[in-house]
């Protein structure tokens, strides 16, 4: 069974510039999380999918980035315009059910 | 939401049992403890999780204490693959929340 992927791997962009994430969670997860982590530090929550409904986005910067999770599956997370201190990992999660997570390999970014 | 407290970091020889504990004195009488395991350049991984009683399966065991106040987690024979940073973390309402935790490093 695949696990959650996430594309792309790396991406390294200038500030100001847009960038998107994209996530195919575990099939048959209904529940979908977009994580940040910053180095040395544990991951942070920024939102919460149940199906295609965002339950918990009290985490998210709404001023410059946004996520989507069209027909509950798959999922992007989008930031623009970057900014030097969106640098980090960002994770994504699904869950068959409370506390047991699945996490993709993450997307590293790098803005300069 | 539980706060949790764990040691930044601890060392273990190769083919030891390795202890790490958790303390968790202010989780709530339904919420799970989850110890999940980060290692470098990979997502976090699940390993166990347990409410009241102590748990086993094929990767660790879990020991809480009667109080609920602190829970340590056991990896029976580390191996060098076993180097990673292990966290610990209550989880209510859907939400993991992660702390610093603790970096386990297994030296041969």
């Known amino acids: 069974e695949a696990g959650v992927v996430q594309s792309p791997r790396y991406k390294i962009i200038e500030k100001k510039q847009p960038v998107a994430f994209w996530c195919n969670p575990i099939s048959g997860h209904n529940t979908l999380y977009w994580y940040r982590q910053n180095l040395g530090q544990g991951p942070e929550l920024l939102i919460r999918?149940?199906?295609?409904?965002?339950?918990?986005d009290s985490q998210l910067p709404k001023d410059r980035f946004s996520a989507e999770r069209l027909k509950g599956v798959d999922s992007t997370l989008k930031i623009q315009p970057a900014e030097l201190g969106d640098s980090a990992v960002y994770l994504c999660?699904?869950?068959?059910?409370?506390?047991?997570?699945?996490f993709g390999a993450g997307t590293r970014l790098s803005v300069l | 939401d539980a706060k949790t407290t764990q040691p930044p970091s601890m060392d273990c020889a190769e083919g030891r049992a390795a202890n790490l504990p958790c303390n968790h004195s202010?989780?709530?009488?339904?919420?799970?403890v989850y110890w999940y395991r980060q290692i470098h350049s990979q997502g976090p991984q699940y390993i166990i999780h347990g409410l009241k009683n102590n748990e086993t399966n094929e990767m660790a065991s879990l020991i809480i204490t009667e109080d609920r106040k602190s829970s340590t987690l056991i990896l029976p024979h580390a191996t060098l693959r076993d180097t990673a940073v292990y966290y610990c973390?209550?989880?209510?309402?859907?939400?993991?929340?992660f702390g610093q935790g603790t970096e386990l490093s297994v030296k041969p």
């Open positions: 202010t989780i709530s009488g339904n919420e799970y």
């Open positions: 999918y149940e199906n295609e409904e965002a339950v918990d």
């Open positions: 999660a699904s869950s068959p059910r409370q506390g047991v997570f699945y």
């Open positions: 973390l209550p989880s209510e309402g859907g939400k993991l929340i």
